[in-house]
């Protein structure tokens, strides 16, 4: 079975553990003085019979008092007081009453509860005097007691003796507590006079009522005190500091950075808090030194605007390579391709295979050209997808044919998984080709000998998918993560030299205009599988309205 362990008792709230020595000592002091009036009396005479047994009751709280050095809580104490009165009580039965010798007795329940401190046992010790006092009346009115004036003498004085040591007891008791609460209070203000921020106590006005630490260079405390916490800060910042006030004094967390007034190239961070206090609502705020924090801020801030300022600069000066260049080669693919067919005369075999290579290397470049304007198009968000409704059969058809001679040349493998039905979509057409013919161009760049690349084209619900699959060299994890990103490349070096790392860029940027994503699954040395997929696909096969082509334009930067 388990138990759980008992809670230590608690001293009443009012009672220092420390005037335990104290406590017991006047217990046993009464004892004592109990004892040797009922020890004496019945030896001098006088005292006997009910009367003794009255008195010597009274020696019981004494000694079960002692009780309180080894246990002390508050149920203790309320317990003890419950045997004084309980004592006082008997004590005025057996005597005869009010009427008795023993009548000051009456009053011992009221000074322990003062001994005992606290307002609850001098109250309950208080009800208890007057229960004895009424017990003793009716025990008066039914048995007088004995008239003997010495003893009723040294009751009186023995009680007002007891009641007298009570009071300088209590009064110990408070000065230890005021001693513990001011001890307790110095404490903590060190404390707070050694952290490295400033605490500000505040009203909700920004008047600084209490201050506490090591306060930031560019803020010193003196003239918050005279002048208040918002005067200190530079006026444009002022707005924030009242806002955080506001927000903390709606139970939220407020917090506010600032130049203070009489140093403008410094900051300081503030957090504030509502403090509930029975004087009324206050704050209580942390101040920190925040111009290291600040700077280094300010220092990412300038260098990712000149960051993307290179980026501009850099998209601007391919767009205009591009185009320069565009210029020139159009006339060199049409001079070489002039000659390659011979149309103004034969050549020598030699020179007609000079003009096939550069047909070909300058058809490479073009399309290089072609890929770098339309990143830089992308990336400067203006370029411009056509939406037409179309079979996406008969897109990425044709961008097999386009590669398929490759493919032949190197002897791989290319085949299809199409859909009997249309595949109707409303899509960029020329986006859309480009994604099939980027994925199949490096699908066989890859591929070597007897590979196998197959295209499937899917609609499911409201997506195109398109994945291109290959039996490839496969990418490496690391390098996956990479690949998307323009002029991003994977594999060995020679792998590297059969591509500009666009292709796949391109893909990623088209799906991304249309809403969608691609996604890269592939395995070293086994094969690689690029899907993409796009919310395209036209769910009712609604006839394409007449009119032409839906123009939809990117935005460009900044708004314009």
Excluded at 163 to 189: D, F, I
Excluded at 319 to 327: I, P
Excluded at 530 to 559: D, F, H, N, S
């Amino acid at each position: 079975m388990i138990q759980s362990a008992r809670p230590d008792p608690k001293p009443l709230p009012d009672a220092p553990a420390s005037d335990r020595p104290s406590l017991a000592a006047w217990h046993a002091g009464w004892a004592v003085a109990a004892a040797l009036l009922a020890l004496g009396g019945r030896w001098i005479g006088g005292i006997d019979g009910p009367l003794f047994y009255g008195v010597l009751a009274m020696v019981v709280p004494g000694l079960s008092g002692l009780g309180l050095l080894r246990r002390d809580g508050g149920h203790e104490r309320m317990t003890q007081l419950g045997i004084w009165s309980l004592a006082a009580l008997l004590a005025a039965a057996l005597s005869g009453g009010l009427t008795g010798p023993l009548s000051g007795f009456v009053f011992l329940p009221l000074a322990a509860g003062i001994a005992l401190g606290g307002p609850r046992p001098v109250q309950v010790g208080a009800l208890a005097v007057g229960v004895a006092a009424l017990a003793g009346l009716l025990s008066a009115w039914v048995t007088p007691g004995p008239h003997l004036p010495g003893l009723a003498a040294i009751s009186a004085l023995l009680t007002a003796a007891a009641a007298a040591l009570a009071v300088r007891l209590s009064w110990r008791q408070r000065e230890a507590r005021l001693t513990a609460a001011e001890a307790e209070t110095a404490r903590v203000e060190t404390l707070l006079a050694a952290q490295p921020g400033l605490t500000l106590v505040l009203e909700p006005s920004g008047r600084v009522l209490a201050a506490y630490g090591a306060p930031p260079v560019s803020l010193p405390v003196d003239p918050l005190f005279e002048s208040g916490l918002v005067a200190a800060v530079h006026a444009p910042d002022r707005p924030r500091l009242l806002d955080a006030i506001e927000r903390a004094m709606k139970g939220h967390d407020g917090a506010a950075l600032f130049a203070p007034r009489m140093a403008l190239d410094r900051r300081v961070q503030l957090i504030v808090r509502r403090l509930d206090d029975p004087s009324g609502p206050r704050l209580i705020a942390q101040v920190f030194d925040a111009t290291a924090q600040y700077a280094r801020e300010l220092g990412l801030e300038i260098a990712r605007t000149e960051a993307e300022t290179r980026e501009a600069g850099k998209t601007r000066f391919l767009a205009n390579m591009s185009h320069e260049l565009r210029t020139p080669l159009n006339a060199v693919l049409g001079f070489s391709d002039i000659m390659r067919q011979r149309i103004f005369g034969p050549l020598p075999d030699r020179y007609g295979e000079y003009a096939e290579n550069i047909h070909q290397a300058g058809g490479h470049l073009l399309d290089l050209i072609n890929d770098v304007l339309d990143v830089t198009k992308i990336e400067a968000e203006r370029y411009a997808l056509t939406l037409e409704r179309f079979d996406a059969r008969e897109v990425v058809s044709a961008a097999m044919a386009l590669v398929r001679v490759n493919a032949d040349d190197k002897g791989v493998s290319l085949s299809s998984v199409l859909p009997a039905d249309p595949v109707e979509v409303s899509a960029d057409k020329r986006a859309l080709k480009q994604i099939a013919l980027n994925l199949l161009s490096n699908a066989v760049k890859f591929t070597p000998h007897g590979g196998a690349i197959t295209v499937t084209v899917e609609a499911i619900g409201p997506y195109l998918e398109v994945v291109v699959a290959d039996t490839g060299v496969g990418i490496a994890p690391e390098d996956v993560r990479r690949l998307g990103r323009p002029f991003e490349q994977a594999g060995e070096m020679e792998q590297r030299r059969q591509g500009t790392g666009l292709g796949l860029s391109l893909v990623r940027a088209f799906a991304e205009l249309h809403g969608g994503r691609m996604s890269i699954d592939s395995t070293l040395g086994e094969g690689t599988a690029v899907t993409v997929r796009l919310p395209v696909a036209l769910i009712a096969r609604a006839p394409a309205p007449e009119g032409g082509a839906e123009i939809i334009q990117m935005p460009m930067k900044g708004g314009g």
